[in-house]
């Protein structure tokens, strides 16, 4: 799960032996060997999106075969195939048609995990499209994410509720779904999601937690929630901050660079989070990005760490939450 340039030419061997699968011609005269294929495939892109290096030809190759087929994967290929596109900086509209109309299909057979994959799929491709200009493009995931979501609510009402994957993910939808969408779903999402949070924080894995906390900071932190909502954010983002200042260190670059920016956001508008104490987070914060230095480039530390002391100053002028040596 990890690329560095230096790992380049092992991943493009790797490359070259699957996309030489694709080109057997087996593929369209063996049974067993098409069935291999479509099995194993959305894995082999999988590693690849978990390393974040998205092999143009090896992506482009294997999705030509799966938009003509989807209808031949199971309802978990699917969705770890939507998973693994998304983590690339891959444009392609017609993939996600595809899966709008299979799900429209099947969806309702889907399960909890499933449903919470294909709707994080959605909601981080939708914020690839936005940032490369492709935003009006998007209209597939959005739907899509939108129809996953009513039947995740669906199947936490029936029992037994979400697990950290799906509800982590719907907190962060909940933070870009634009305002058009169905006000009563958001409000369910919401409901279910900090449900969640509040009753099983102590599962989330760090990751998640962090991606949990930039959600519901950026929620807290809208101008147009109503009383209940808000409360409903506020008290799951206090249990949450509770249980991430035990697990703060064994978070990721990725995770730490998520919460630099919630913390920063939450200090600037700290009227807005009520009685809530960030200094904890805050302070753990710096230690962990003191201890992990090594894993950023100079920028990406020096922005971070200006953040995190303005961020500081911001909940204690008198430097209660600035260590000396940060």
């Known amino acids: 799960r990890v690329y560095r340039e230096e790992y380049k030419p092992l991943f493009d061997v790797a490359a070259e032996s699957a996309l030489a699968y694709v080109a057997d011609r087996r593929l369209s ?3 067993r060997f098409r069935h291999s294929i479509l099995m194993h495939g959305p894995f082999i892109l999988v590693s690849y999106a978990q390393a974040r290096y998205g092999h ?3 992506f482009n190759t294997y999705l030509n075969l799966f938009e003509g087929c989807l209808d031949e994967l199971t309802y978990n290929h699917v969705s770890i195939l939507a998973y693994a596109v998304s ?6 509209p017609t993939f996600w048609r595809g899966v709008m109309s299979e799900f429209a299909r099947s969806g309702h057979s889907w399960d909890a995990y499933s449903l919470g994959l294909i709707s994080g799929a959605c909601r981080r491709s939708w914020q690839k499209a936005r940032a ?3 935003g009006s ?3 597939d995931q959005i739907d899509l994410l939108l129809a996953a979501a009513r039947l995740l609510v669906g199947k936490a009402a029936e029992g037994p509720g979400l697990t950290f994957h799906e509800a982590s993910d719907m907190v962060m939808a909940l933070a870009l779904l634009p305002h058009s969408a169905p006000q009563g779903l958001r ?3 919401l409901q279910v999601a900090c449900d969640t949070i509040k009753g099983e924080s102590q599962s989330f894995p760090p990751t998640y937690l962090a991606a949990s906390f930039y959600g519901l900071v950026a929620l807290a932190l809208e101008g147009d929630l109503d009383v209940s909502c808000r409360e ?3 008290s799951a983002l206090q249990v949450l901050v509770l249980e991430l200042g035990v697990k703060q260190a064994l978070c990721e670059q990725a995770d730490i660079e998520l919460i630099t920016y919630a913390l920063f956001a939450a200090a600037r508008s700290s009227h807005q989070l009520g009685e809530m104490d960030m200094r904890p987070v805050l302070l753990v914060q710096q230690r962990e990005m003191v201890r992990k230095a090594g894993d950023f480039t100079a920028e990406s530390l020096a922005h971070l760490g200006r953040l995190t002391s303005q961020a500081a100053m911001l909940v204690s002028p008198e430097g209660h939450a600035l260590q000396e040596w940060f």
Do not use: N
């Open 29 to 31: 005269v063996d049974g």
């Open 56 to 58: 143009p030809e090896l």
């Open 87 to 92: 983590h690339v900086s891959i444009h392609r």
């Open 132 to 134: 490369e200009g492709f």
């Open 137 to 139: 493009q998007a209209g």
């Open 187 to 189: 409000r369910d999402m």
């Open 232 to 234: 409903m954010v506020l």
